[in-house]
């Protein structure tokens, strides 16, 4: 058996490295390298999945074209052909706008990247800004820090106090957890760090918390404004951290001076006694590090409640020193990649922008030109976006869609043109986007693709030469677009790609120092900013406030019957829609039906064969609710239920949990469109205050029995 090194491609925040075993040409097993200490103990099952996936009897293994719709097979070259003509008509039409391309994080590595340089080399196209996931929290510490930057995992052993603030580790960040177990026993100098877990919800990673501490959703932002008037009034802030580093300090004394607690207590739905413990033990446990999750700025006041969160720290001298920070995410290696050569962003093309969760919005009202053309890449959008039944019908306008995948997924079957993609095992390329650590991990070509899976450059390459495109790079090796890819890397650190494949996993130099330790900022004025000019110009407002929510704070809506807060978190087993494709249902041995050929089962529907049917995870997705929820509406334990938001209508089984607030309707996002449960037909498009974020999180729904 051989060996080779990658690491995992999924939109996940630990990027493991691998290890990958073949044995006669086939992908035999994927275990954690064990010389990347982050990741080294252990692989997730999401991981251990990608086994099943790169053979898996449902991948795409041809192109495809829609003819009367059903697809049919068709070659490389009559894919390409069609892709040219179907690209020209459209620019042609409308120019360069008219062709649209919507990509994602579906994929952690670099070269699937350069085919944005194609729409480029042709002279634009229409673009997102924002993002599906994250992007509230980014805007916001981009306006306090002037970048994002998160202290590693190893500093948390330096914490006193660890608070987890919307963040759920144990389903969506596995290899954090060994540290925070440290941090618990031998950290901060053996006395060990508290763990507070600040949640709605009480998650797998709330129960492994000293201190469970439950609010009232999307209130995260009221609390952190409570907290700071106090520890502004008793005087526990950091007066000599706050006056050598940070600017706008007047305005935001101002502002907190101004926070009704009664207020706060009635939003979160804590005593003003919980607060005031809270914010003391969080002001006077010196260091204290804040972990903040992404779920917490889904929703309309989602920028200013990471600001508000970014401000306890700042506040409290937590800014600069080890066991301290406001970690949210980590921008540092992304910025050693030569993006503008990859998006072709130097060929200075025409850009026209829409905010990434409106892409149906756009469809609809961009006139001038009207969208002609769609190319979806490492995404499955129609399963992802918000109000996913608008983007279903507006998707129906667009004359032509392509789309590269792996499976056929939501997406990819509205498509006109359907392209098989190697998989990350199939192409070699460099791994950088890990949200959370340092490391750079050059993954080695391990297998053949099945079929004619072909790697996208490949054929957008092909593509280019059909149409003449001088700026697309034609006939350029795989490890040549690397290596021009990292040049920043390369000028900056003399790191070399041959470097990366010899020495990798290889943590980029200072990947774990203490951000913002000597004191300097990035922004405009060097400071943390607790007003942001920038903000203020932008139309965020200079300071971090609380606002309720549009639609949770919706009275009419209320009163019309959807009274429910409407999440939708991740859950362990599937990073969005990725894993929910795989054959969950398992027929029983004697029923002569392939396990590959049952279809996933809505609830209540026998499959065709009445095979008895169980599950690998859930066997149909599931709406929890707690039972005081169940009681008011005389639900049961198991039964069907409708839920519904005023865009859309989802069927699925019912699970009581203690663990699920008041008030609240849980389901785990990413089920496809053919489970029933696609959970995106019912939240908004709209969105966050800043960022051009999803705000999934601001959606009210009613639950009932079928
Ligand atoms: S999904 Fe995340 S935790 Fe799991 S193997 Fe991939 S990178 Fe590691």
Known sequence: MKSFKTACPLDCFDQCAFVVGVDGGKVVSIEADAGQPVTGRFICAKGRKHLERINHPRRLLYPQLKVGGSYKRISWGQAAELVAENVAAAVEEGGPLALLHFYDGGYGGLLKNIEGRFFSALGGCTLHRGSLCWGAGIAAQCYDFGAVMSHSHEDLVNAKLIIIWGRNPANTQLHLLPYLKAAREVGADSGGARVIVIDPLQTATARLAELYIRVKPASDGALALGMAKLIIERGLYNRDSVERRSSGFDQYRELCAGVDLAEVSRVTGLSITEIEALAVTYAE????????GIGLQRHSNGGNTVRAIDALAALTGNIGVPGGGASYANFRVTRHIDHHYLSGLNLKPLRRYYPKPQLAEALVNLKEPPVKFIYFSRANSLTQVGDSNRLRQALRQVPFIVTAEHFLTDTAAVSDLVLPATNFLEAEDLYFNSMSHQYLVYGEKV???????????????????????????????PDELLKRAIRPLTEAHGITLEQIKEEGPLLLPGGEDIPWSDGVFETADGRYNFYSERAEEEGAGGLPVYREPLELGDRALQESGYRYWFVTPHMRESIHSTHLLLPRVVVSPDSGVRPDAVPLVRPGVRTETGATV?????????????????????????????????????????????????????????????SGAAVNKLTPDGLTDFGNQAAYYDCLCRVEKL
């Open 285 to 292: 446990a010196k260091p204290a590090a804040i972990l903040i």
């Open 447 to 477: 297998a053949e693709a099945p079929g004619e899976c072909r790697p996208e450059y490949d054929f957008w390459a092909e593509v280019a030469g059909r149409l003449g495109l001088a700026g697309f790079p034609t006939g350029i090796k």
């Open 614 to 674: 169980r599950s690998e995870m859930e066997p149909v997705p599931k709406a929890y609710v707690n039972p005081q929820l169940a009681a008011q509406e005389n639900l049961a334990e198991g039964e069907v239920v409708a839920v519904s938001s005023k865009r859309g209508r989802i069927e699925l089984r019912l699970a009581i949990s203690d663990s699920i607030p008041p008030g609240t309707v849980l389901v785990y996002q990413g089920w496809w469109e053919e």
